[in-house]
């Protein structure tokens, strides 16, 4: 299974912790050579340095998604310090969960700067080098939320739809160029963001017990599970694979009710 990534050089958001770095870990697990930002820069340096001691080839820089200014510099790093990036996984995203009557401006402007511009803003410093190095892979880490709404969580789900649509739009519209761009749609996984959801809860205990228990399986994913499907999707394992989405959610989102 060694080296299904050879020859990747892919720019990898949010990847300090949960499903951004075990996307990390697994690619280089698999011989890519990867480029990590998250805004979280103390955390970050502590994971690349991980990385590199086991041999990665591994570069990293304190960015945040929402600022395009900053994007552009940090593609012009990676270039500098692992080779033209030639594939990208919008992975960094935030919960932004309320009752929609209840939200307010900046909560709307956070979620969907974050969770849809932030994810354009990565697109786009990348998408010259792709297309001028004759083709490259976009990931975009989307969710079950982009398309069944959970009540109450507005307006997370309305961003993840919206990248849902940029992942289809951007697929079209660089085929011809040979760019593939497809989206994964986890369902829940075990992540500080999920944890920090059962904790908004009065009983986090009974919380987790509810989640676990809509799933078909009776557990939900490890960032692993999710990392191992972003392997064969930025592989070349899936070349005609494009503008879709693939679903890992255990099965949570094709059942009526949970039995
Ligand atoms: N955990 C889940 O159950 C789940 C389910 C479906 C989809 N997702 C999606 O997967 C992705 C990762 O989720 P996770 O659970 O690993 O989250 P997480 O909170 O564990 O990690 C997210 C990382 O992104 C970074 N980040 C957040 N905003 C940023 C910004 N503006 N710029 C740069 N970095 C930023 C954070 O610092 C953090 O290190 C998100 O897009 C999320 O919506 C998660």
């Known amino acids: 299974m060694v080296g299904r990534l050879t020859g990747k050089r892919v720019f990898i958001t949010g990847a300090a912790q949960g499903i951004g770095l075990a996307i990390a870990e697994a690619f280089v697990g698999e011989a890519a050579a990867v480029f990590l930002i998250d805004r979280d820069g103390a955390l970050l340096s502590v994971v690349a340095d991980k990385l590199c001691a086991k041999g990665a080839v591994v570069g990293h820089m304190q960015a945040d998604i ?69 083709g490259g892979v976009i990931l975009n880490i989307a969710s079950t939320h982009a398309f069944t709404i959970i009540p109450h969580t507005f307006p997370y789900p309305l961003a993840k739809h919206a990248l849902l649509g940029m992942t289809k739009s951007l697929g ?43 799933h078909p399986g009776g557990r939900i994913a490890t960032p692993q599970e999710i990392a191992m499907a972003a392997v064969f999707m930025i592989s070349d394992e899936c070349p005609f694979m494009n503008a879709t989405c693939l679903t890992v959610d255990g099965g949570l989102s094709v059942q009526q009710h949970p039995a």
């Open 66 to 134: 929402t600022d395009a200014k900053v994007i552009d510099a940090a593609v012009l790093r990676a270039k500098s310090e692992i080779g033209p990036i030639n594939a990208l996984v919008n992975n960094a995203g935030v919960n932004v969960f309320a009752e929609p009557l209840a939200t307010s401006d900046a909560e709307w402007d956070r979620c969907f700067d974050i969770n849809l511009k932030g994810a354009w803003n990565c697109s786009k410093a990348v998408l010259p080098g792709l297309i001028a190095q004759g």
């Open 172 to 214: 079209l519209e660089y085929a011809p160029d040979n760019v593939r761009v497809n989206a994964l749609a986890p369902g829940y996984v075990a992540t500080q963001k999920v944890i920090d959801y059962w904790n908004s809860f009065p009983d986090p205990e009974a919380a987790k017990a509810e989640t676990m228990k809509l």
